[in-house]
């Protein structure tokens, strides 16, 4: 047993395990009955469904959900927590796998979407909020998408609706030190 | 000076796997008292017994102790071992360290030490145990059935058929319950009605059988053998022994747009009624909230309408009559109140822990209908005549969607557990439907099917072979109206894709519930329930129809859903318990039960007001010229159940229980201290 | 009544006319705002897809500094940010352990006694000094409220209305003196987590959702969320079929609705800002139809 590992707290092997240390949420519950791919708004688009992900989960094949961007897809409405019968919210344990997924392997979300979400963050580390104009411009230059929307620019300027000085946090700082914070944590943990 | 002996048992593995059972043995001989002390593999056995017997006679023990399982197991196995062998039955007591010890605990060396612990306890208990002799109580051969299902109509049937008497009470104006409403019933698709009307019939017309319909229990006193049982005859507003049943004030009514309970709603019946044309006893009964005149006298106006009471030629309503209490006394109850169904609506009753179902509109979809309103509309005596019509317009629906586990299954919704004859009457609407519905659509959303039962995957394969109903396996996730039809938001998990169909109507088969009000009469029974109110059997495997309360059985869907069947067959064991109960001239029962010490009792009486049972009654103690010199508490061996309650309480310590007094208890705790 | 305001990073950009139509009906309601100083952005999808840790703690700080300026309740009437900030305060309090690395990492006061509330169950809890107020300049409106996925879930967290069934917006828009239709799509999530990087995807969510308001004979839909507005607005013309045509269906914010009613005049509320003609609703309101309608999307 390592230092870390005792009777109570054995260090979580499989994937089902590592979903219900982070979550809490024990995926055995899930009894397979589709209620969650029924409700769910994306499961006409993706291969993996909500169902498929809780299987997944079970059988231990975090390849299966790693080779395919289903998991990404998921835009965390949560009708399917509200709808589970079992309360396995598969919102939330998709949330998780996202998370130990990408820790394997950095690169395994789709381009477009990692890039909008690495913009996106990187507005807040930068300015504490989001610079909306940052964020498109961030997320052009990741994802390769450079001229989509472009013809939307002066309509969202002419109403307002753009500025180009990002807002900021006066103490963007503090802002910093929880983005560092997290991270230790998430090595740590 | 005491002998006492001591067996330790390995339980086979069950014990010897953990703890050292000759280590405990031969620690437990070192003990001052103890004359004689082994182990062996299975005490319980015929050669253990033996073992026991042989040792009490050569060496004359005073008390046995039989470290093994717990007394719930083999106590009265080892006590009437040690009783053929010339020992009063109460000096042997078991040690517990099979569940107390080697089940819980993996350390071999300390669950040994625990088992000698506990094992010198109880030799200490035994040295200053005290013999005791049974209790003998008379019994009363006359048992109450409460409920007149078709569970409680066949208990009534067998125990009166055994030769005792029976007083079946059932709360609605009729016996029949909801077999009286289904149409046909799985797996064989004979009549319901059909057979079960005759059993109404024989109930009513059963020398033996006393039946009070449109009555409660309203308070149970006593004990086993021994029950004085309050009634409440509801006030019916008709004379029972004036009505000759001819129906003339029903058909006088003139307020006929009452929803009939019996149709689940979808027919109408006026406000004086038989609820149905086969109903035992044939007698009407006024609904007091609709009935023109008593709402009018309610209001202090005058009597408003006399319909019924000009057509009645024999003088028999009766609008003066008021709710009447009867006692009985019964030796044996026998309860089978049956189930009601979960319904999906926003308001669950005051229940917190339930939830309806907002995704399925919360009932105020048109055509979306329950289980037993399809049965209404399957039968033959239905509102419908047998044609299954949409309520909302009468029109033929060409798709049906059936969904199983609505409420059941769905701990998010609170019920958790499977309400076992869904799968079964799913399959059966299925294929009535497709009977009468040529090249109607029945489709049925699953999770599993649970076919368990004779000829029961059978007739679910038939339903899916031979009768062409469509089972997609999946929950539904969402239904709503759009104009005339009901969208069905599915998804089919072994097909891997969405489903929806649009479905004329839609039949939900909704969990089993135990009646509404059966907390309370559990509690006026003294018997438990689980959180859902299903009342609690003593034990779940040997003692199935037995409640904790001696001489209280249970029989049918009041215990956990239940077939018809498994009704019958749980009635007729009831049956067979009672009666084995009523071929005893007197009761007997073990002596562990409190005694008052009349002498110091103050009479304070603390202890009647803590007893769960009301085994404590007052005696005066009088003196030669028969003067009352004052009154203490007495306790009711027939009643009292060995709690200790009373004991813990007493402030003068005059109370104390039989086999456990407060010098045994000390000396064990001093045992273990020492 | 006086709350901590959460504005939110979009009141101060895409949904302009969101923040300036609160502000506008605010204070005849009697609501007072006082904006949590140097408050931070909550983090949205993208903390939540990446980290919980920081899903959490982003939302935490603002909930911190509110607290430290003296508040109980805290008012952020971006859906979005409301999930996350009430989703942030649901899960500190139910975790303990979680608790104690949150708190670390502010590294600052915390007891997480804020209360978060969205617009919707503020303004449904004003609906009788609504009423009271109302000109009556929106009788016959028909209005399409439309919840969207992160007002009303997950239930634990929301819990201010039915989760299957909420009828607060409803209120809000009958307290109004307008008329909500009865339609389907109102819990449906519109995609607009989507909105930038997969395009048909939110195309295809957003139309199925014009499309049943449409057929319910809604004159407009009522929103309380940025990222459904600017979805349903800016890229409703992406999300009509070819040949389609049909009116544009006007998006407002439920805020907007109110101050109509009100009688606030439509600039103050910023309906000039939409990429949708407002005019179905404004003609009908006190003021002039005076939104211009360059269509862009």
């Known amino acids: ?165 990002a807002d900021k946090v006066e103490d963007v700082e503090d802002v910093r030190r929880i983005f560092a914070g997290c991270a230790a944590h998430g090595e740590e943990g | 000076m005491a002998r006492i002996g001591v067996f330790v048992c390995h339980c086979g593995e069950n014990i010897g796997r953990t703890v050292d059972c000759h280590a405990v043995a031969e620690a437990l001989g070192q003990v001052p008292g103890v004359a004689h002390a082994v182990d062996y593999k299975y005490m319980c056995s015929d050669p253990g017994q033996q073992l026991i017997k042989a040792a009490i006679a050569e060496k004359q023990l005073t008390g046995v102790v039989v470290a093994a399982c717990s007394p719930h197991m083999h106590e009265k196995t080892f006590r009437r071992a040690a009783s053929s062998a010339g020992l009063n039955p109460f000096t042997c007591e078991m040690a517990n360290v099979r569940e107390h010890c080697s089940w819980i605990h993996e350390d071999r060396a300390s669950a040994t030490a625990k088992a000698i612990d506990l094992s010198r306890m109880m030799v200490e208990k035994v040295k200053r145990n005290v013999p005791l002799s049974t209790i003998r109580i008379p019994v009363t051969r006359r048992a109450l059935v409460i409920g007149g299902g078709i569970a409680g109509i066949q208990a009534a049937l067998d125990i009166a058929d055994g030769g005792a008497e029976v007083v079946l009470v059932e709360k609605a104006p009729s016996i ?37 319909s449109w009555s409660e229990v309203e308070s149970v006193e006593g004990y086993i053998g021994n029950f004085k049982v309050t009634i409440r005859k509801k006030a019916r507003g008709v004379d029972e022994d004036k009505c000759n049943g001819c129906g003339a004030c029903t058909r006088a009514c003139p307020n006929k747009r009452i929803p009939s309970e019996f149709d689940c709603g979808l027919g109408k019946r006026p406000a004086i009624y038989v609820p149905f044309p086969q109903a035992v006893p044939n007698l009407p009964v006024v609904d007091r909230a609709r009935c023109t005149l008593l709402i009018a006298r309610s209001k202090g106006k005058k009597d408003a309408c006399m319909k019924c009471v000009e057509a009645c030629q024999r003088g028999a309503i009766d609008f003066e009559q008021k709710d009447r209490f009867v006692t009985e006394e019964v030796g044996a109850i026998v309860v089978a109140t049956g189930y009601q169904l979960y319904e999906i609506g926003r308001d669950q009753g005051g229940r917190k822990d339930l939830h309806g179902y907002g995704e399925y509109g919360y009932g105020t979809i048109p055509d979306v209908i329950d289980g037993m309103q399809f049965e209404r509309l399957a039968s033959a005596s239905g509102p419908t005549a047998g044609r299954i019509l949409r309520p909302s317009d009468g029109r033929e629906p060409r798709t049906i969607v059936f969904l199983q586990c609505v409420g059941s299954r769905d701990p998010a919704k609170g019920i958790e557990y499977c309400s076992k004859i869904c799968c079964m009457y799913v399959a059966k609407h299925a294929m009535l439907y497709r009977h009468k519905e040529n090249g109607g659509r029945a489709v049925v959303f699953y999770m599993d099917i649970r076919a368990a039962g004779k000829g029961y995957d059978e007739f679910t394969r038939r339903a899916i072979e031979e009768e062409g109903a469509e089972y997609v396996r999946g929950r539904v996730s969402r239904m709503y109206r759009d104009g005339d039809v009901i969208k069905v938001v599915g998804f089919d998990t072994l097909g891997g894709e969405p489903f929806g169909v649009d479905a004329d109507m839609v039949v939900l088969a909704t969990a089993m519930r135990p009646q509404p009000g059966i907390e309370s009469l559990a509690q006026k029974l003294s018997v438990s329930y689980d959180r859902h109110g299903f009342i609690n059997e003593a034990h779940p495997k040997l003692r199935p129809v037995e409640t904790n309360t001696a001489g209280v ?83 009711n061996p027939g009643v009292c159940q060995g709690c200790g309650t009373c004991v813990a309480t007493c402030p003068s310590k005059s109370v104390e229980l039989q086999g456990f007094t407060d010098e045994q208890v000390w000396a064990q705790i001093q045992a273990f201290l020492g | 009544m006086k709350v901590a305001y959460f504005p939110g990073c979009s009141m101060h950009g895409t949904s302009r006319e969101y923040g300036e139509s609160l502000h506008a009906v605010a204070e005849p309601l009697g609501v007072e705002l006082d904006e949590v100083r140097d408050w931070n952005c909550c983090g949205a999808s993208s903390a939540h897809a990446s980290s919980r840790m920081l899903a959490v703690a982003l939302p935490a700080r603002s909930l911190a500094l509110a607290e430290a300026q003296g508040h109980e309740q805290l008012l952020a009437p971006c859906a979005a940010c409301y999930n996350r900030l009430a989703g942030a305060r649901h899960e500190i309090a139910e975790d303990a352990e979680l608790a104690g690395h949150v708190k670390r990492i ?51 967290v929301t819990r201010f209305d039915d989760p299957e069934d909420p009828s607060s917006m409803e209120a809000v828009v009958k307290a109004c003196g307008a008329e909500p239709v009865a339609w389907r799509m109102r819990l449906e999530c519109c995609g607009g987590g989507f909105s930038l990087s997969r395009k048909p995807s939110v195309v295809r969510l957003g139309r199925a959702i014009l499309e049943d308001a449409r057929k319910a004979g809604a004159d407009a839909i009522a929103v309380a969320c940025p990222m459904c507005h600017s979805n349903l607005d800016f890229r409703q013309k992406a999300m009509a079929r070819d040949g389609e045509d049909k009116p544009p269906m006007p998006i407002v914010f439920i805020t907007q609705v109110v101050g109509l009613a009100l009688g606030i005049a439509p600039e103050k509320l910023g309906m000039q800002r939409h990429f949708v003609s407002t005019k179905r609703v404004t003609s009908r309101g006190n003021g002039e139809a005076t939104a211009p309608a360059a269509e862009v999307g």
């Open chain 1, 1 to 165: 047993m390592s230092a870390h590992e005792d009777a109570h707290h054995p260090v979580p092997r499989t994937l089902a395990d590592k979903v219900r240390a982070a979550t809490g949420l024990n995926p055995a519950r899930c009894y397979q009955c589709g209620k969650c791919s029924a409700g769910c708004p994306m499961a006409a688009e993706t291969t993996l469904r909500p169902h498929d992900v809780m299987r997944l989960v079970n059988q231990d094949r975090p390849d299966r959900l790693m080779d395919d961007e289903s998991i990404w897809l998921c835009l965390g409405c949560e009708t399917c927590a509200a709808r589970c019968p079992n309360e396995c919210e598969p919102a939330r344990v998709t949330d998780a796998v996202r998370e130990i997924v990408a820790a394997a392997r950095p690169d395994a979300a789709p381009r477009a979407i990692r890039a909008f979400h690495a913009a996106f963050l990187d507005q807040i580390r930068k300015h504490g909020r989001l610079g909306e104009m940052g964020l498109i411009m961030g997320y052009k230059l990741r994802s390769g998408h450079l001229f989509a929307d472009a013809a939307a620019a002066p309509g969202m300027m002419s109403r307002g609706k753009l500025a180009f000085v």
């Open chain 2, 553 to 635: 059985f249970v029989a049918g869907a009041c215990q956990a859903p239940r077939d018809i069947p498994d009704s019958v067959s749980m009635a007729s064991a009831t049956a067979s318990k009672v009666l084995g109960l009523f071929s005893n001239e007197m009761l007997e029962r073990e002596p562990t039960v409190a005694r008052v010490d009349a002498a110091i009792c103050a009479g304070c009486f603390h202890c009647e007001r803590v007893c769960p049972y009301g085994a404590v009654t007052h005696m005066e103690v009088k003196d030669r010229q028969g003067n009352v010199l004052k009154v203490v508490a007495d306790v």
């Open chain 2, 176 to 212: 029949g319950g909801h077999m009286s409403q289904l149409s046909e019933t799985f797996p064989t698709l004979d009549c319901s009605q059909c057979i079960l009307t005759p059993r109404m019939v024989e109930v009513y017309q059963h020398p033996r059988i006393r039946l009070m």
């Open chain 3, 106 to 156: 502010l590294a600052r006061p915390f007891e997480n006694r804020v209360a978060v509330l969205n617009a919707v169950e503020v303004l449904r809890d004003l609906g009788e000094t609504i009423k009271a107020k109302a000109t009556s300049p929106l009788k016959g409106l028909k209005v399409a409220c439309y919840y969207g996925c992160l007002l009303v879930r997950p239930a634990a």
